[in-house]
């Protein structure tokens, strides 16, 4: 029965690839946290410095990869490279709208743009600061940032003996950066797309109706003949 | 391996999807009825393969399987490969459209070759051992290939070919193991419970 045992050959060749499959399947699962193959680049504003850090989707760093600073026409402006925790820091160089591309080996390749008004926001303020500091002259620092000062004088003095306006203005920033920086971080980590169950499920189902669609052809031009 | 957007030069992008749509066609004449569902397997393995990462070295790397898919499909690899690398980019954003053509030459022409050079000891219907020699290093070459491959495709653009081919052969090395192992498992596997499968394909006219 030379039919019968090949229709069994058949049965278990069958069962066996779709374990095989399935243990591949299995496999890609297991290493979820690990895939990679996408590099991507996150930069974010911290006062007159932009900062960047580069990874593999999973979030392992990229080391020694370039990235480039390149402004809205595409001119380059600077480069350099990662350092070990896949980070490159560099002093803002224009205050325009910024595109930081991170090429790394491989041809791998992605992007991050820094729109101008993460700029615009730090440096009108300093103007401002400036300006208003030159009209009032050197010795009267502070007076309508602190409302404190007219209501009680004593402790009022004790303030404005020290501190400017530029400089409460520099420890808010600083202030507001270190209470961000867990966000940042967050935000960063949260670029990082995984492959889902359900987009790996959908390829594979792409797949296999791809299969159905040309098998429905070649039958019907079967058929036709 | 996945080159990504905006990396390669215009005409290396439509030299890439020029000889892929020649690759493709080639592989879609290839494909008789019984064939489908092969192909539509192999290329689903494909496509999840990319998933399976090799955490060695500073570089991590994922396996490819072209080897495979070339020693058991041939030409009709060129479809199953873009198939499954469309879903890729589309899906899990590796590599890109405009990189599709250039990324499914540097994965489907290895296989295809490697096909021709290791193909031939299923034709002579050699031995166990010298198929899994054969089916080995069909898994082992496609690989290496397709890292010289995709250093060719960034020296002609104006990287270094020294340095990215170093860089994309060293990088693949382990991968380069593992593939060649899992090609000749597979492929001793599909001799023993369905070798029509393998002579099918290379009972064909070349």
């Known amino acids: ?225 | 391996m996945h080159i990504s957007e905006g990396v390669l030069s215009p005409s290396i992008l439509v030299a890439g999807a020029a000889l892929t749509t020649a690759g493709v066609a080639i592989g879609l004449k290839h494909i008789d009825q019984k064939d489908i569902p092969t192909v539509g397997i192999l290329s689903a393995a494909f496509f999840v393969a990319s998933l399976v990462h090799v955490p060695l070295g500073p570089i991590s790397v994922h396996l490819i399987l072209n080897g495979l898919l070339g020693f058991i499909l041939g030409w009709k690899a060129f479809p199953a490969i873009l198939v499954g690398l469309t879903l890729q980019a589309l899906l899990f954003q590796y590599g890109g459209i405009t990189t599709l053509g250039v990324n499914t030459l540097n994965m489907a022409l290895p296989a295809v070759t490697c096909y021709y050079f290791f193909g031939r000891v299923v034709r002579n219907n050699s031995g166990r051992l010298g198929f899994s020699i054969a089916a080995f290093a069909c898994g082992c070459c496609a690989v290496l290939l397709s890292g010289i491959l995709v250093a060719l495709s960034l020296y002609l653009t104006g990287d270094a070919f020294l340095l990215a081919a170093k860089v994309a052969v060293a990088a693949h090395l382990p991968v380069m193991l593992i593939e060649g192992l899992l090609t000749a498992a597979c492929t001793l596997f599909l001799r023993r419970v369905k070798p029509e499968l393998l002579e099918g394909q290379y009972a064909q006219k070349l």
């Open chain 1, 1 to 225: 029965m030379p039919k019968n045992s090949d229709k069994l050959i058949g049965k278990t060749f069958i069962t066996r690839s779709i374990s095989c499959f399935f243990a591949v399947l299995w496999l890609a699962f297991c290493n979820t946290p690990a895939i990679a193959h996408k590099v991507m680049i996150f930069a974010w504003v911290e006062g007159n410095t932009v900062h960047t850090e580069s990874k593999i989707s999973g979030g392992k760093e990229i080391r020694d990869a370039t990235v480039f600073v390149l402004d809205g026409k595409g001119n380059r402006l600077l480069e350099g490279k990662t350092d070990n925790k896949g980070r490159f820091s560099f002093k803002t160089p224009k205050e325009t709208d910024l595109r930081v591309v991170l090429k790394a080996s491989m041809g791998h390749r992605a992007e991050w743009k820094i729109p101008a008004e993460d700029f615009k926001g730090v440096s009108r303020e300093s103007e401002r600061s400036i300006i208003q500091k030159s009209d009032t002259g050197p010795q009267s620092k502070v007076d309508t940032f602190l409302p404190s000062k007219n209501r009680e004088g004593k402790v009022s003095k004790s303030i404005d003996a020290g501190i400017t306006r530029e400089e409460i203005e520099h420890l808010v920033n600083d202030a507001l950066e270190r209470k961000l920086a867990p966000i940042v971080d967050l935000l960063s980590e949260s670029i990082d797309k995984r492959p889902t169950i359900t987009e790996i499920m959908g390829g594979i189902g792409y797949i296999f109706g791809l299969v159905g669609v040309a098998l429905y052809f070649k039958n019907r031009s079967n058929m036709s003949k």
